[in-house]
């Protein structure tokens, strides 16, 4: 048995706290009946119905993906391009992306079913680190990778501070390879940030995703996470609120 709220969040209908309020509001019933409380149990017999409408219940499922360049971070694409969910055609289980990497960034995505998860993993206070390798154009004086870390400003507001380190440059095609490690998921952050201090992202690869790498991967590959994976995200990323 599990907690009315809770399943409502798994099946990825809307996030616990939003579960809560569908229940005090009446726009839910079990067996028909409207439940008010929010304490109450369900089993996998009962007939949930949010709006009046079923909700399905699946089983929670967690993966994680390489997901290549020229991928979009969506379950469909109105101009018929790849998206994440292709490289899982086989699994009847509606899953979609956790956040999201830019079409031409490749590197590690979760994929999932469970909403309450996705919620805690994308809340902005939980945001667990993420590591980004990028190729730039140009080489960076010390002082801006300074200010990658102590925050640069963007449209939206300042960035948390990070880490940043070069590994290694090219003189003569005048690039360099920097890597960055943030907290924060905000749209095209990355190439933001490097956009900022003057040195545009030419590739860009998410290596690390909290203790997630892509160890034994290759662009296209998935593996089921494991349950103390699960288990592991879920307190990082409660650890930081
Ligand atoms: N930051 C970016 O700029 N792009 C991504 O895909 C991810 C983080």
Redesign the pocket.
Known sequence: MERLQKVIAHAGIASRRKAEELIQDGRVTVNGKVVKELGVKVGSNDKIEVNGVPIEREEPVYFILYKPRGVI?SVNDDKGRKVVTDYFSEIPARIYPIG???Y??S?IILMTNDGEFANTMMHPKGEVE?V?VAKIKGIPMREKIKLLEKGVMLEDGKTAPAKAKVLSVDKKKGTSIVELK?HE?????????FEAIGTP?LK?K?ERYSFLNLNGLTPGDARELTAHEVKLLRTEANKKR
């Open positions: 971070s999201r990497l830019d031409d960034t590197g993420k980004y943030i998921g905000r749209n095209r952050q990355v190439r933001r940030m992202v860009l998410r």
